[in-house]
Nanobody, 115 residues
């Protein structure tokens, strides 16, 4: 049974930084299949960044150069470092794991960026 628990959200001023963490329960062999998504009010959930086959990091255009994903499979953690935050980064951020073709989601953590 895979469970994901996010932490680290909060309120930050534009230009600031936040680090989100995802604690993973269940088997975690590598970071492949792990990702961060976000959903702003009135919008669909969208990819922020993920690790795909070959351990390749895949970033959304809005995240490139500002956000960085990292993790430790042995410790079962997966993080999102967010720098130079903007008001349009305000959203609920979700940790995601794709495992054997099934999607698992955390409960989400709110990130609010004030101007």
């Amino acid at each position: 049974q895979v469970q994901l628990v996010e932490s680290g959200g909060g309120l930050v001023q534009a230009g600031g930084s936040l680090r989100l963490s995802c604690a993973v329960s269940g088997t975690m062999i590598s970071l492949i299949g792990m990702g961060w998504y976000r959903q702003a009010p009135g919008k669909s959930r969208e990819l922020v960044a993920r690790v795909v086959a070959g351990n390749i990091e895949d970033y959304a255009g809005s995240a490139k150069g500002r956000f960085t994903i990292s993790g430790d499979a042995a410790k079962k953690t997966f993080d999102l470092q967010m720098n130079r935050l903007r008001p349009d980064d305000t959203a609920v951020y979700y940790c995601n794991k794709v495992d054997l073709g099934q999607d698992y989601w955390g409960q989400g953590t709110q990130v609010t960026v004030s101007s």
